[in-house]
């Protein structure tokens, strides 16, 4: 049942058997299990281009979705095993109705040390105040300039203001902290983005992160010289604002964190593609309709939602996510040429 690695990154080792009675989801690499993310819809009211085409995707139908009971069930299980941060995510997640309720569920679960949302935040005026109600503790934005006419251009949706707008009324509600903005680099586009989005982290006091362009476009245009790096973004920042001091950081962390030098304002820069993290990656993913995914770019899932519906026990599903954390990618192969295969599905199938 174990994985054998084509290679061996950063000194990890296949391990000969599971374990399956210290309370942990372990994959065959020794890596501990601690973070997921789990998908409540695929929809989304905006069309990125790093992420959607304009029109033509496929949405669920909603009996395909998992229920917010199941979602329950799944997120005890694995709370139950150690992950200890869960965070929802879409497609646009504040597009499923109810969201509020469940996270209130979910908030209620013992063990969960972060309970965190992405969104692109067009909701959030509205929505700030019943998820801050609900126990949301934590949230990350997507925004990738503060541009009208650029944003436009990029979502394919003429609403920067509506975003400002809600991240002006999370600001109301100190409970959810930090604020997270992020932002896709992309070379030929970010370059401009990038001061006025750290400048934005100095004003306000949200985290503004930098995410490599990743090939997880549903049109299937990724190209690797279309990445901008963290590294070169980095070097814009410290030529055109001043230098960036390092932050210390969690092993499992995805993201490089500096703050200015005078100590207002926090960047932080995932760089998956320049300077992949997958040996020390803990994170799993659940998709809307109850695939389990264990990377970001699997070619495979593992169908949790038959089962689920089947009268499966806790005891026989857990069997099937350790079976899954067991078979976990040793590494993503972005940079690998004819060796890399692009995920199965499109970001916002997969859920961030």
């Avoid at 009971?69 to 694995?78: C, K, P, S, V």
């Avoid at 070097?235 to 995805?254: D, N, Q, W, Y």
């Avoid at 990377?295 to 939602?305: A, G, K, Y």
Wanted: net charge neutral.
């Amino acid at each position: 049942m174990s994985a054998t690695p084509l290679v061996q990154i950063q000194g990890l080792q296949p391990r000969a058997v599971p374990a399956v009675s210290d309370g942990q989801l372990v994959d065959s690499f020794g890596r501990v299990m601690g973070d997921l993310r789990i998908s409540v819809t695929d929809r989304c009211n905006f069309r990125c281009v790093y992420c959607m085409p304009e029109e033509g995707l496929q949405w669920l139908n909603r009996e395909s979705l998992l229920t917010f009971d199941e979602i329950e069930r799944l997120a005890r299980l694995f709370v139950a095993q150690g992950v200890h941060e869960i965070r929802l995510t879409g497609g646009e997640p504040t597009l499923r109705p109810g969201l509020p309720d469940l996270v209130a569920r979910l908030a209620k679960i013992p063990g969960i040390t972060s309970l965190s949302l992405t969104t692109n935040g067009f909701m959030l005026k509205n929505l700030a105040r019943p998820l801050a109600e609900a126990g949301l503790t934590r949230i990350n934005v997507s925004l990738d300039t503060l541009d009208h006419e650029r944003f436009h251009q990029i979502t394919r949706r003429p609403w920067l203001k509506q975003v400002l707008e809600g991240l002006a009324e999370l600001e109301r509600y100190p409970s959810i902290r930090p604020i997270k903005i992020n932002a896709v680099a992309m070379r030929h586009w970010s370059e401009t983005e990038a001061v006025p989005l750290a400048l934005l982290a100095r004003e306000k006091g949200y985290i503004v992160r930098f995410i490599e362009f990743m090939p997880l476009d549903a049109d299937g245009n990724w190209e690797h010289e279309r990445v901008l790096t963290g590294r070169e973004i980095k070097a814009i920042l410290e030529r055109e604002i001043m230098p960036l001091v390092p932050i210390p950081t969690e092993k499992s962390s995805t993201s490089r964190r500096y703050r200015f030098a005078d100590g207002v304002g926090e960047i932080g820069f995932i760089n998956p593609v320049s300077e992949p993290f997958c040996a020390s990656c803990n994170r799993l993913r659940l998709t809307a309709d109850g695939q389990l995914r264990t990377c970001l770019f699997s070619i495979d899932e593992w169908d949790l939602r038959t089962p689920l519906r089947s009268g499966i026990t806790d005891e026989q599903l857990l069997e099937l996510v350790r079976d899954a954390v067991w078979h976990k990618e040793l590494k993503h192969k972005i940079n690998e040429g004819e060796a890399f295969q692009r995920a199965s599905r499109s970001m916002s199938q997969i859920g961030g």
